[in-house]
């Protein structure tokens, strides 16, 4: 059981955890006294004063000025949660919706949102019976929160909406039936508070980070690999180098290519050429800023992740009730471009690696076969990762310098967050068979080193791998071994070698 905490840090890799294994959730009795405390003072609030306050007793967005009477407020929630559920698209994965509810729930205990405890407990429950709402990618302009995927995370507290549950997408009222919860009653300003928020976005960049960590990882290891397999030379990590231009990130890379290279006979031979290609000569360079841009998203989200981006917000410490504009995706947006272009680098660099191995030099056979011509080999894996990198590449169009204007002039400045978010994700997941592809080619053109060896640490590495893709001895249906790689690649420890 993991107590929901609004007083501590949270790790981004405690959430990896959560998400993974499905830990069963749980308020503390802090969180829970916070909720209770500001719904308490929300109530007070609004009984002791006949002064319009939005979204709790007016209409939204350019509806501002329209006054709803004591009668029809829970109607109004409920009404905004329904109108507002208008996503389309592909639907969000599940792993994502999962970390939606997870992110909802942290951002409503910090006690400022003036929802119910029952309300948050709601949530908890999709989280340990394991209903994940049916939300969509396409709706959000990242600002006002990600209204339109948060009213379909939150239709199933009404009973509404769709929800994957047991392995099937039913409606949310049979989810809710089976195990034996009855639809939640909103209060003033609920309705706001599940719409307004960044969790959509955030969902996304939580996972975004993590699996960009993870293949910066791997661009250090499969790059190193690459250099061995291409005869490169060690001059360019020398740590003097890095010294007199020390981004953190440089040097960072630099440091963990020495250190792969450790015991390598192959580095130690004597080489013919003098420099090697940008690609692997310039591996410290372009792998270390994409690295520092990570630090810069991830240190983004964790902020994000311990905020609160709702509106209004209520402060009872201080008798505030203050309308703003934290649920404005800003932040986000800019740093899931940044991420995107970021992680882009990492393909689009090893793309060129792998053409480097693949091009007969250096003592390597063309394609990496004993015998072209007869045999393809490596040929078109390499078109694969083109077509790939340049998909990534029109991914990298901020999503952020747009913005257009929505609800009648009154939301005049959106973040695009959504989007940015959404094609982050694609570009990842690029990345990932990108750099799968050259640990193909790298692990084929080491067996043209032989009997010569690398580090020990590479050598693992290819050993671990074979056991997902044996050596091309001759032309052979390469789409599987492929997939294999790609999984190898999201599944293999990289940081541990």
């Known amino acids: 059981m993991y107590q929901i905490q609004t007083d501590t840090q949270i790790a981004l890799h405690t959430f990896e955890s959560l998400l993974r294994d499905g830990t069963p959730l749980a308020l503390s009795d802090v969180a829970r006294e916070r909720i209770a405390k500001c719904r308490a003072f929300l109530d007070q609030k609004v009984a002791a004063t006949d002064v319009p306050v939005y979204g709790i007793n007016t209409g939204f967005g350019s509806l501002y000025n329209v006054s709803i009477s004591d009668h029809d407020l829970e109607q109004l929630q409920k009404n905004i949660v329904m109108s507002h559920a208008c996503g389309m698209g592909d639907e969000a994965p599940q792993e994502l919706v999962r970390l939606m509810l997870l992110l909802k729930i942290q951002g409503l205990a910090f006690g400022h949102s003036g929802v119910q405890v029952e309300t948050v407990q709601r949530l908890i429950d999709f989280w340990n019976h394991g209903i994940t709402p049916v939300v969509y990618t396409l709706g959000s302009l990242g600002a006002s929160g990600d209204l339109a995927p948060l009213a379909h995370l939150s239709l199933p507290l009404l009973g509404l909406g769709e929800v994957y549950f047991q392995g099937k997408k039913i409606d949310a009222a049979e989810a809710l039936a089976a195990c034996d919860l009855q639809p939640v009653r909103l209060q003033s300003k609920e309705g706001l508070a599940l719409l307004n928020g960044t969790q959509f976005m955030s969902a996304y960049m939580l996972w975004s980070v993590l699996r960009s960590q993870k293949i910066a990882a791997a661009a250090d290891v499969i790059g190193a690999l690459s250099l061995e397999a291409f005869d490169g030379r060690q001059e360019p990590f020398h740590p003097s180098l890095h010294t007199i231009r020390p981004h953190e990130g440089q040097i960072q890379v630099a440091s963990r290519i020495r250190s792969l290279l450790v015991g390598s006979v192959l580095i130690q031979q004597e080489k013919k050429h003098v420099q090697d290609p940008y690609a692997f000569r310039c591996m410290p360079q372009v792998h270390g800023a994409s690295r520092d841009a990570i630090a810069y998203a991830a240190k983004t989200i964790q902020t994000e992740i311990a905020s609160v981006t709702d509106n209004p917000t209520a402060f009872p410490d201080e008798d505030l009730l203050l309308s703003g504009g934290n649920f404005h995706?800003?932040?986000?947006?800019?740093?899931?471009?940044?991420?995107?272009?970021?992680?882009?680098?990492?393909?689009?660099?090893?793309?060129?690696?792998?053409?480097?191995?693949?091009?007969?030099?250096?003592?390597?056979?063309?394609?990496?076969?004993a015998n072209p011509g007869l045999h393809s080999g490596f040929m078109i894996p390499q078109y694969t990762a083109a077509s790939i990198v340049s998909r990534s590449k029109q991914h990298c169009t901020p999503a952020s310098i747009d913005s257009i204007v929505s609800s009648n002039g009154q939301e005049d400045h959106v973040s695009m967050g959504a989007n940015a978010a959404v094609k982050c994700r694609e570009v990842i997941l690029n990345t990932e068979r990108v750099l799968a592809i050259e640990l193909m080619n790298a692990s084929q053109a080491m067996e043209f080193r032989r009997p010569l060896k690398t580090s020990p640490a590479l050598e693992k590495l290819v050993s671990e791998f074979r056991k997902s893709v044996s050596f091309v001895s001759e032309d052979r249906m390469l789409y599987r071994d492929m997939e294999n790689a790609v999984r190898f690649v999201q599944t293999f420890d990289f940081a541990a070698l």
């Open 329 to 369: 995706g800003q932040p986000l947006a800019l740093a899931l471009d940044f991420l995107a272009i970021a992680v882009h680098e990492f393909g689009s660099i090893s793309e060129r690696r792998t053409y480097q191995l693949i091009s007969g030099l250096r003592g390597l056979p063309a394609f990496l076969v």
